[in-house]
């Protein structure tokens, strides 16, 4: 039982680029979620999803997309990477609103 | 902007002392949570507190939601170098499955 796995753990990417961050959970949990961590600024929603096929947008969802194609999985794309994207990116899963999220160990993304 | 909001940003604690961070909402939650992360690792769930007035207790980590479920706290007694981390307190704002978190509170402990 691996829990949620994110990969890379490590990024940089140039202004511009694009990448897929990779989100998997084996827990089989209906609801999943993207954060962003900056220092002072805690965990911000960046997109979730309550099941396959259904995602929504969060706190701050812009320059971001995602899909939920498989219960397992939740990708995040970064259409045209900006410096202010750097940050550390979070995805979490839960069975529901009277549990705890599981966190994945975080993707450190850097854009020069 | 933040919808829950904590407070101190900073905790400089020596060892063996208590201390308590505070939680504090714009609106009624259903519930809070809190998590906590050790210096560059992930959050982990602690707790989920539910009813008005709730008390729980992890060994030396004592929670409680507030009457009208608007504020939480976390009460360490006895701090060990264990304890350093980031405690994060989390509401479903505006309705669940998106989790609004805190700043969070970091901890130090000067031994």
């Known amino acids: 039982n691996a829990g949620v796995t994110q990969t890379p753990k490590f990024q940089v990417l140039k202004t511009g680029q694009s990448m897929t961050l990779q989100c998997a959970q084996d827990m089989n949990h209906e609801y999943m979620s993207w954060y962003r961590q900056d220092p002072g600024m805690g965990l911000r929603l960046i997109h979730y999803?309550?099941?396959?096929?259904?995602?929504d947008q969060g706190e701050v969802p812009n320059g971001y997309n995602v899909s939920r194609s498989t219960t397992e999985d939740f990708p995040l794309r970064l259409l045209s990477a900006a410096p202010s994207q750097t940050s550390v990116y979070f995805c979490a899963s839960t069975n529901g609103p009277n549990y705890g999220y599981t966190f994945g160990s975080g993707t450190r993304l850097t854009v020069v | 902007g933040q919808q829950v909001m904590q407070i101190p940003q900073y905790q400089h604690v020596q060892e063996g002392e208590d201390f308590t961070t505070y939680c504090n909402s714009s609106?009624?939650?259903?519930?809070i949570q809190w998590y906590k992360q050790r210096p560059g690792g992930h959050p982990v769930f602690l707790i989920q507190l539910v009813k008005s007035g709730e008390v729980k207790k992890q060994k030396r980590l004592t929670f409680q939601f507030g009457e009208a479920k608007k504020n939480s706290s976390l009460h360490i007694t006895a701090t060990q170098t264990t304890d350093v981390g980031t405690y994060f307190c989390?509401?479903?704002?505006?309705?669940?499955?998106?989790?609004?978190f805190g700043a969070g509170t970091t901890v130090t402990v000067r031994a």
């Open positions: 999803s309550v099941g396959a096929g259904i995602t």
């Open positions: 989390a509401g479903p704002i505006p309705i669940a499955y998106k989790l609004s």
């Open positions: 609106t009624t939650l259903s519930n």
